[in-house]
């Protein structure tokens, strides 16, 4: 019986080794991804990338995981652009954030 317990903690431990290690790669994609919408919204505006990517984080955008707070992102950001005078859709926010989730990703796994 005694192993049998030993077994079912050593499951146990593993798989919220495994959450914790997925939480840990999720948020750093997040937070990566929001590196990368920092520095192309400096490049596109001649903002200052640290402080874009500051108030990115300050609003605590790293930790987004749901469609609505993306989406909200988004909005966030397309605003600003437009304050600059750069007007894009919504299909190509979405696009933009998507391939640099897709990049923050392959960076991860290398």
Do not use: C, P
């Given at each position: 019986?005694?192993?049998?317990?030993?077994?079912v903690d050593a499951k146990?431990?593993?798989?919220?080794?495994?959450?914790?290690?997925?939480?840990?790669?999720?948020?750093?994609?997040?937070?990566?991804?929001?590196?990368?919408?920092?520095?192309?919204?400096?490049?596109?505006?001649?903002?200052?990338?640290?402080?874009?990517?500051?108030?990115?984080?300050?609003?605590?955008?790293?930790?987004?995981?749901d469609t609505a707070a993306?989406?909200?992102?988004?909005?966030?950001?397309?605003?600003?652009?437009?304050?600059?005078?750069?007007?894009?859709?919504?299909?190509?926010?979405?696009?933009?954030?998507?391939?640099?989730?897709?990049?923050?990703?392959?960076?991860?796994?290398?």
């Amino acid at each position: 019986m005694s192993d049998l317990l030993h077994t079912v903690d050593a499951k146990g431990a593993t798989s919220q080794m495994n959450f914790i290690a997925g939480q840990e790669s999720a948020f750093w994609v997040r937070v990566r991804r929001n590196r990368l919408l920092a520095d192309w919204f400096s490049d596109l505006t001649d903002e200052n990338v640290q402080s874009y990517l500051k108030l990115l984080l300050d609003a605590d955008f790293a930790k987004v995981e749901d469609t609505a707070a993306e989406q909200w992102i988004l909005v966030k950001i397309r605003n600003d652009l437009m304050g600059f005078g750069i007007f894009l859709s919504m299909a190509e926010m979405q696009a933009l954030l998507g391939r640099f989730h897709t990049q923050a990703v392959l960076e991860r796994a290398s």
